[in-house]
């Protein structure tokens, strides 16, 4: 069965700190992995993919995230925090052979990142 | 550009009563999606819609039921309100069968059942 776990509930960073957000994914055969973000009343919106090809993928705002295959993680990374990245950060994962599907997406329960000035 | 629109945005119903979401969106895709958000669990998927006049159960889908009538609109429906589906509602949808197409969310629908 497919499955996503972000350990942290919640993540504190200094403003100006890096941040990592970790996620890990079972998933049979090869991963599609995304990350989104959720501020406050507000819909999920996409930060970034991994689908294949290079480990480091770039999304938005500045995010990053880094797929280990032999870890089967994609922890979700920035350089430099910002009080506006407080938020809620959600992790998914689909099978590449799960389109006949719908391309069903799994869930992890969220990690609440709170940056401090 | 609107993308995904949940209407309406807040509720409150009784137990027993009975409603109906609505999901519209403008961008042509091919797959929608019925989540349903509680603290500390994520989203699950409730229904889901790979076109038009198509539906299929996700996770969750005991006590909903979903209608695709036009390929813009996907509806949500509670038959008989229960308090355990005081919930946030999200819609979304992507496009079909494409590589790792992410999917857009709306805004919520806020549902208190009392």
């Known amino acids: 069965a497919q499955s996503v776990a972000q350990p942290e509930d919640q993540v504190n960073v200094a403003e100006g700190n890096p941040l990592t957000v970790k996620c890990t994914y079972s998933?049979?055969?090869?991963?599609?992995l995304f990350w989104y973000v959720q501020y406050p009343n507000r819909g999920l919106q996409f930060l970034l993919k991994y689908i294949t090809g290079d480990n480091l993928v770039k999304g938005s705002y500045g995010f990053e995230a880094e797929f280990n295959k032999s870890q089967t993680s994609f922890h979700l990374k920035k350089p430099s925090a910002l009080v506006s990245d407080s938020a809620l950060y959600f992790c998914?994962?689909?099978?590449?052979?799960?389109?006949?599907?719908?391309?069903?997406?799994?869930f992890g329960q969220g990690t609440e990142l709170s940056v401090k000035p | 550009n609107a993308g995904v629109t949940q209407t309406p945005k807040f509720r409150v119903l009784k137990t027993g009563q009975s409603m109906t979401l609505l999901c519209a969106q403008d961008m042509n895709h091919e797959y929608m999606y019925w989540y349903r958000q509680d603290p500390g669990m994520g989203l699950r998927l409730i229904h889901y819609s790979v076109g038009e006049g198509t539906t299929a159960k996700g996770e969750v889908p005991d006590g909903y039921n979903v209608s695709r009538l036009k390929k813009q609109n996907f509806l949500l429906g509670l038959e008989s309100a229960a308090p355990s589906q005081t919930s946030v509602y999200f819609c979304?949808?992507?496009?079909?069968?494409?590589?790792?197409?992410?999917?857009?969310f709306g805004d919520g629908t806020r549902l208190s059942i009392l």
């Open positions: 998914a994962v689909r099978s590449e052979g799960s389109y006949n599907q719908g391309g069903k997406l799994i």
């Open positions: 998933v049979s055969g090869n991963p599609y």
């Open positions: 979304a949808s992507s496009y079909g069968q494409a590589r790792g197409q992410p999917q857009h």
